[in-house]
C-alpha cells in the first residue's frame, strides 16, 4: 500500500499515514463540533507507528476532557491555524486525524466494519446516520475500558431532529 499524505492549509505541516486506519469515528461530541467548526469530526484512526509528521513542526493545545478527564493534544499548524492531527491520553497507541486534512480526504474506507458513530446524544440536528455502522450515545467504552453495546440502524436515521416539532 502507498503512503497517504496529507497536511495543512499552507503546506508548513505534512504528514504521512502508511497503512489503513484501524478505524474510523464520527464524533459528535460537543468538543469535537467546536475543534472543526463542522457538525461533526471525521477521524480516521492510525497505530502510532503508522503515522509521520514529514516535515514542519507543529504547535500543540491540550484540552482535557470533560468526560475522560484525560488529555487530549491538538496538533496544529502555527501559520496557518489548521488542526492535524490529536493524541489521546486515554489511548496512547493510536493517532487520530482530521480527515479532511488528506490530499485525497476520500482515499480511506468508511464500511460498517470499521466505522463507528460516537456521541449521538450531541448530534446537531438533521444528522443523517447511514445503515449498519455501529453508534452509541456517548463514547463506545466506558472510562474502565469496557466495550458499550452499539445501536445499529437497519435504515438511515435522522438524528438530533429538533423535538419541539
Known amino acids: 500500500m502507498a503512503n497517504n499524505e496529507g497536511g495543512c492549509l499552507c503546506g ?3 504528514y504521512t499515514a502508511k ?3 484501524i478505524r474510523v469515528t464520527f464524533c459528535h461530541c460537543r468538543f469535537c463540533q ?3 467548526g463542522s457538525a461533526y469530526f471525521v477521524e480516521p484512526v492510525f497505530q502510532r507507528d503508522d503515522f509521520e509528521v ?5 504547535k500543540t493545545y491540550d484540552h482535557r476532557s470533560t468526560g475522560s478527564g484525560k488529555i487530549l493534544t491538538i496538533s496544529f499548524c502555527a501559520t496557518c491555524g489548521t488542526k492535524v492531527f490529536l493524541d489521546l491520553e486515554r489511548f496512547p497507541d493510536i493517532v487520530g486525524v482530521y480527515g479532511g486534512t488528506f490530499d ?4 480511506f474506507e468508511r464500511t460498517p466494519e470499521i466505522c463507528k458513530h ?7 440536528h438533521g444528522t443523517l446516520v447511514p445503515p449498519g455502522i455501529n453508534t ?8 474502565d475500558g469496557t466495550p458499550v453495546e452499539p445501536v445499529i440502524y437497519e435504515e438511515a436515521c435522522l438524528i438530533g ?5
Open 118 to 124: 460516537i456521541f449521538l446524544e450531541f448530534a446537531q
Open 19 to 21: 497503512a489503513k486506519p
Open 12 to 14: 508548513a505541516v505534512r
Open 161 to 165: 431532529a429538533d423535538k419541539s416539532d
Open 104 to 107: 485525497d480526504p476520500n482515499w
Open 136 to 143: 452509541f450515545l456517548e463514547h463506545s467504552t466506558l472510562q
Open 54 to 58: 514529514i516535515s514542519g513542526r507543529p
Open 34 to 36: 467546536r475543534a472543526t
